[in-house]
């Protein structure tokens, strides 16, 4: 008998001329199973888990049903509010995709998970508190203590991503629904959640349903899958037989739009590739190691057009009595590296390792305290006033995440012409507008976009967007932040490949700042490896891919791979 059990299932929005964002979805779980849920943006996945745990926003409507089976039967459909109130956190429970917007930005990380324990259990405050802290241990969080009394700001991604999933299991539920619980975490962050989820699993006895974008992430993870396109459940199986012999075209595509680690397309497959292909299983050109030899070969002839040596820098974290620095962090240390023209350079490690740092300190966004930073010959250090701003618009970067970046207030028309106008490129607003219009077709924005706002645009669209503005004021350089971390595998596969061809087209060089090495070495000619803001390796790409030296390449590489 399945604990869970969800039946025809469906969910609109809108008032007349309804929205079906879930349609007529049926699944059940068997107790301590785990289902993974997989599909794009806009596929459903969140909406179902959402269904539920009870949590749709008011003006959806759903129908059919979801039965838990546990001493008794509940239709959670059928529930009032107040009821659904009492086995939300103790029954069911949810690790919402990300932790920062999840978690109380003005409580304590502790006070939170202590506040479902008050709801939910008879506990008087110091057991609860005792329980917290003995949450925080379950979930390999350091120093539970001190972690107790801070805020959500004062943590890591992954330390977030801990609180929460101690605060999903604090009252032991039986059904867990982790919703993209490891988006835009690094490869070796990523791995340790999984393994504590699985961990949690056996241990509680739970059932999990695992949402995610991401088939090699739910693979490692699940035991069965289904997969969702546009609200609709378009093919379901064991976890092995839809990785191994997937049936629905679509499927093929989520699957091979990942990047391989035993080949490199000239072009990454995309969903539809299969879907809008009678032949979907056909074959992508690859490129073979002689014309990639003639590749690097030819790119590495020339000099040099960025050179940076001996580059250090720190902040300083706290100041003694008498304004002395006291507690020095060491960003960079010793950072060495040449770019030529035309390559892209992967810069690869964890949260903190220094890539971002070095890509803001490369534009002269942060100053090094010491070394030398040289543009086609130049010391950047020197360059003052207009020169200043000249090198800035020749070296542009793309920001991690596309809606924090544009301002909510302008159209994305304005944003991709407003650069123009502050660096007084073209002399009349029609000869912008035209470069704007040229810009759009080339990161293949709908010109009827103009006067749309960012809220207005899907996560791929807008991420289009801030790379049509960088390319406005018609760079050589491009540091490319993580600039793909958060989309799905599918629209991510359509970045990187439009990265690729505007690359070829405008002759652009990238510095590709990323914790995804899959993604990296597809894209990458050479690679950086960054540990604790140091270069701890580097060389041609599939080089150090097949024959990593640092056990700590060795460790991102089986994260990402295996």
Known sequence: MPLLEVKDLTVT??????????????????????????????????????????????????????FIRNETVLDILSL????????????????????????????????????????????????????VLELFNEVLLPDPNSLYYKYPHQLSGGQRQRVMIAMAVACNPQILIADEPTTALDLTVQQSILKLIKKLQVKHKLTVIFI?????????????????????????GLTKEILRKPKNPYTKGLISCKPRFDMRYKRLPVVEDFTQNKNSDKKFDTISTEERRKILDKLYSDEPVLSISNIHSFYVQKFSFFGKPKNIFHALTDINLKLWKGETLGLVGESGSG?????????????????????HGKDVSILKGKELVDFRKRIQLIFQDPYSSLNPNHTIGYSILEPMIVHNIFKTQNERRTRVKELMRMTELDWSWFHRYPHQLSGGQRQRVVLARALSLQPEILICDESVSSLDVSIQAQILNLLNDLKKQLGLTYIFISHDLSVVKYMSDRIIIMKDGKIIEEGETDEICSNPKEEYTNILFKAAFY
């Open 13 to 66: 929005f809108g008032n007349g001329n309804f929205n079906t964002a879930v349609n007529n979805l049926n699944f059940s779980l068997e107790p301590a199973e785990t289902l993974g849920i997989v599909g794009e943006s806009g596929s459903g996945k969140t909406l179902t888990g959402l269904s539920i745990i009870g949590l749709l926003p008011p003006e959806a409507k759903v129908y059919g049903n979801i």
């Open 80 to 131: 009032p509010e107040k009821e659904k109130q009492k086995f939300r956190g103790s029954l069911i429970s949810m690790i919402f995709q990300e932790p920062m917007t999840a978690l109380n930005p003005v409580m304590f990380c502790g006070r939170q998970v202590e506040e479902i324990l008050h709801i939910h259990t008879n506990l008087s405050y110091r057991e609860r508190k005792l329980k």
């Open 212 to 236: 995610s974008h991401d088939l090699s992430v739910v693979s490692k993870i699940s035991d069965k899958i289904i997969v969702m396109y546009r609200g609709n459940l378009i093919e379901s």
């Open 355 to 375: 890539k971002t740092t070095l890509g803001r300190t490369l534009m002269h966004l942060i100053e090094n305290t010491q070394g030398k930073i040289l543009f």
